[in-house]
């Protein structure tokens, strides 16, 4: 009897072992230690830190903050890569997108807003959807006013899921932790890539989301026609070191993401911030000695960065930044037109007495 129970017990164990193997199929690809990577067809994803994941290869870079009640995104890549995005943040969590937060309006950050909105759903009540339930059925689109303008604008018209819905027009915009996943301040620098930037800061997980104002795979993409300065993109840059924690000299502490590029820390921004910074004087130097935009392009002024931040000169080359850098500074420097006075009249000779 003991051997027919024990033969039981054994063949059980046996007829069970591939059902334990697929569960841990399934499971395991949800899991991913911090500094860890895998790929997932084109696209890598990394884990930045606790239930925050970056994902490379789609345009520019997207944050991933998984939490029990949904996904938060910052950012959308390229339109033709959302399949393969979805495909990514599925082996993350099972659990819908419910906000899609644009740093820009660039097309590789916006550019899979509406397929990935229309996968997701919002976290709503009654007190919010009202009569109009469909209106939680997609994910929302946040980010600063000028994108909504900006993709209202466009031609051909944007799909309406594809839009911000909750837009801002102040410094910084607070988001709860509870419908976001964590205490998530949006923070507007004025004037730096555009005057339409948004920085992301999870301030739980103390990840900082740059967006276009801080990458580290070229020069500063600064759009003048669209608001952007280079003076403002410096100011952007020690906002960043601002408002991040250093653990040990700017080493460490607050990880910061780039709109394109490798996780960074302070130090890394630093580094930025200073190239910038010695660029912009060197423009400004030529500006103030009435050089012409020839002139400036023609001296070199980032050769010695080239080998750092040329390294996609096809797409963006340092001449267009010293044009954009140039174009910002001499627009602050022209005087102002001012209507001319009006010639004095000579006063009247006086008359003689009679």
Request: aromatic fraction near 6%; include cysteine.
């Amino acid at each position: 009897m003991r051997a027919l129970v024990a033969f039981a017990l054994v063949t059980a164990a046996l007829a069970a072992t591939p059902v334990l193997r697929a569960q841990q199929t399934q499971t395991a690809p949800r899991t991913l230690p911090p500094g860890q990577a895998r790929m997932v067809g084109p696209i890598k994803i990394l884990n930045v830190r606790n239930n925050v994941y970056l994902l490379e290869g789609a345009g520019g870079n997207i944050i991933v903050l998984a939490f029990p009640e949904g996904v938060t995104l910052v950012d959308a890549g390229n339109e033709s890569m959302t399949t393969q995005v979805l495909a990514a943040i599925k082996t993350i969590t099972d659990k819908p997108i419910t906000y899609i937060i644009n740093t820009s309006v660039r097309p590789d950050h916006i550019g899979g807003n509406a397929k990935l909105a229309e996968s997701g759903r919002q976290i709503t009540g009654g007190n919010v959807t009202g009569n109009d339930p469909d209106l939680a059925q997609t994910a929302e689109v946040i980010a600063h006013e000028q994108v909504l303008n900006r993709m209202i604008a466009m031609q051909p018209p944007l799909p309406s899921n594809a839009i911000p819905e909750t837009t801002y027009h102040t410094a910084t915009l607070k988001l709860s932790t509870f419908y976001h996943g964590d205490a998530i301040e949006l923070v507007h620098p004025p004037a730096a890539p555009t005057d339409g930037d948004t920085m992301v800061w999870f301030r739980q997980n103390d990840v900082i989301a740059t967006g276009d104002v801080f990458t580290t795979t070229n020069y500063p993409v600064i759009d003048v026609d669209r608001g952007g300065s280079i003076n403002g993109e410096v100011d952007a840059l020690n906002h960043i070191l601002d408002i991040g924690f250093p653990e040990f000299r700017l080493e460490n502490g607050t990880l910061i993401v780039p709109g394109h590029g490798r996780i960074c820390d302070l130090a890394d921004v630093a580094y930025y911030r200073d190239m910038v910074t010695i660029l912009r004087d060197r423009v400004q130097d030529m500006v103030k000695k009435g050089s012409t935009l020839d002139q400036v392009k023609a001296a070199r002024l980032t050769r010695d960065y080239d080998p750092y931040f040329a390294k996609n000169a096809s797409t963006y080359s340092p001449d267009m930044f010293i044009e954009a850098a140039y174009r910002s500074l001499a627009a602050k420097a022209a005087p102002s037109a001012r209507p001319a006075a009006p010639a004095k009249q000579p006063a009247p000779a006086p008359k003689k007495a009679s």
